[in-house]
C-alpha cells in the first residue's frame, strides 16, 4: 500500500469515526438519560447543559413505565399486534407475487410489473386518503384489520423477491415440472430454499417501517388502539415527562437493534445478493 493509499485509508476511517460519533450521541443520551432523575434532567435542559453520565444513577423511570403506567405497555401491545399480522402476511403475498411475475408466463406480465414499480416509488401519504375511503366503505375504521390489510400488500416486497427469484436458473424449475411437481410445489421445495436471506432482509425492513409507522395508525385507528411509535410524542409534549420519555424511547429501540443484530449476516446477504443483480 502507497503512502496515498494509507492517507486516504486514514481520511476514510476519521470521516466514518466522525460520522458515527454524530449518529450515535442521540441514542446514547437517551439511554443515559433514562437513568436520570426529572430535576436533573430538568436543569439539564433549562441550562442547555447536557451530560452523558448522569449525575445520581436512577431506575424510576423504568419502574414507572412496567409497574405504575400501564398505557406504556398497552401501546407495546398494539405495536406488536400491528406490526407480526403485517410481516407475516406481506411474506407470504410478497413470495407468491414474486413467483408470479418471476417464473410463470401470462398476459401484459411485464406491463403489470411496471405498474407495481409506480406504485413502489409512490409515497405512502399519496395513498392515505384513498386507503381511508375504502377502509371507511368496508366499516373497518377503527379496527387493527384498517391498518394490517393496506400493508400486508407491499410493492416494494414483491419487488425484492421477484429480482431474487428471477437469478434461480429456470431449468431446475423446467425439470420439477417435468416430473410432476406443481407450481406450489415448486415454489415450496425450489424456490423458497434458495431465497431464504432475501426473505429475512423483507421480514427485518417489513419490521423496522411498520415498527415505526405513524400516518396509518392516527387516521385509521382510535386512540387506545394507538402503537407506541405515536404514543411516545404525546409523552414528550409534557414537561414533567421527558425522563419517562426517555425510558420509552429506549425500549421502543430494543426490539429493532435485536432484530438488526440477530439478522445483521441474513440482511448483508439478502443485499449483496441484489446488488450483484
Not at 413502489?120 to 399519496?126: D, G, K, N, T
Not at 414483491?158 to 431474487?164: G, H, S
Not at 382510535?222 to 414528550?236: E, H, R
Given at each position: 500500500?502507497?503512502?496515498e493509499?494509507?492517507?486516504?485509508t486514514?481520511i476514510?476511517?476519521i ?12 441514542v446514547?443520551?437517551?439511554?443515559s438519560?433514562?437513568f ?9 435542559i433549562s ?8 449525575n445520581?444513577?436512577?431506575?424510576i ?27 407475516l ?6 413470495v407468491?407475487?414474486?413467483?408470479a411475475?418471476a417464473?410463470i408466463e ?17 409515497p ?6 384513498p ?11 377503527g ?26 436458473p429456470?431449468d ?21 430454499p434458495q ?9 427485518i425492513?417489513?419490521?423496522i417501517?411498520n415498527?415505526?409507522?405513524?400516518e ?28 419517562l420519555?426517555f425510558?420509552?424511547?429506549?425500549i ?6 435485536f432484530?438488526f443484530i ?13 446488488d450483484?443483480?
Amino acid at each position: 500500500m502507497t503512502v496515498e493509499n494509507k492517507f486516504l485509508t486514514v481520511i476514510k476511517y476519521i470521516v466514518l469515526c466522525i460520522s458515527a460519533i454524530f449518529a450515535l450521541a442521540p441514542v446514547v443520551y437517551i439511554i443515559s438519560g433514562s437513568f436520570m432523575g426529572q430535576r436533573e434532567v430538568a436543569e439539564a435542559i433549562s441550562r442547555n447543559s447536557f451530560h452523558f453520565i448522569p449525575n445520581s444513577f436512577t431506575l424510576i423511570q423504568y419502574y414507572e413505565v412496567f409497574l405504575r403506567k400501564p398505557d406504556f405497555l398497552l401501546k407495546f401491545l398494539n405495536s406488536l399486534i400491528l406490526t407480526i399480522p403485517i410481516i407475516l402476511g406481506q411474506i407470504v403475498v410478497s413470495v407468491l407475487g414474486a413467483y408470479a411475475f418471476a417464473k410463470i408466463e401470462f398476459p401484459f406480465k411485464n406491463q403489470f410489473f411496471f405498474g407495481f414499480v409506480l406504485l413502489m416509488i409512490m409515497p405512502y401519504q399519496v395513498t392515505l386518503v384513498p386507503t381511508y375511503i375504502l377502509m371507511k366503505k368496508l366499516n373497518l375504521i377503527g379496527t387493527y384489520t384498517s391498518v394490517i390489510f393496506p400493508n400486508i400488500f407491499s410493492t416494494f416486497g414483491v419487488f425484492l423477491l421477484t429480482q431474487f427469484m428471477k437469478s434461480i436458473p429456470e431449468d431446475q424449475c423446467q425439470s420439477a415440472k417435468i416430473d410432476g411437481a406443481s407450481h406450489l410445489k415448486v415454489l415450496l421445495k425450489i424456490i423458497i430454499p434458495q431465497c431464504k436471506s432475501s426473505i429475512a432482509s423483507l421480514g427485518i425492513l417489513c419490521f423496522i417501517d411498520n415498527w415505526n409507522m405513524i400516518e396509518q395508525p392516527l387516521i385509521l385507528l382510535n386512540d387506545n388502539q394507538q402503537p407506541l411509535s405515536t404514543y411516545l410524542p404525546t409523552i414528550c409534549n409534557n414537561p414533567n415527562s421527558v425522563c419517562l420519555a426517555f425510558a420509552c424511547a429506549v425500549i421502543f429501540i430494543l426490539p429493532a437493534v435485536f432484530i438488526f443484530i440477530k439478522g445483521e449476516k441474513l440482511l448483508l446477504e439478502g443485499i449483496q445478493h441484489l446488488d450483484s443483480k
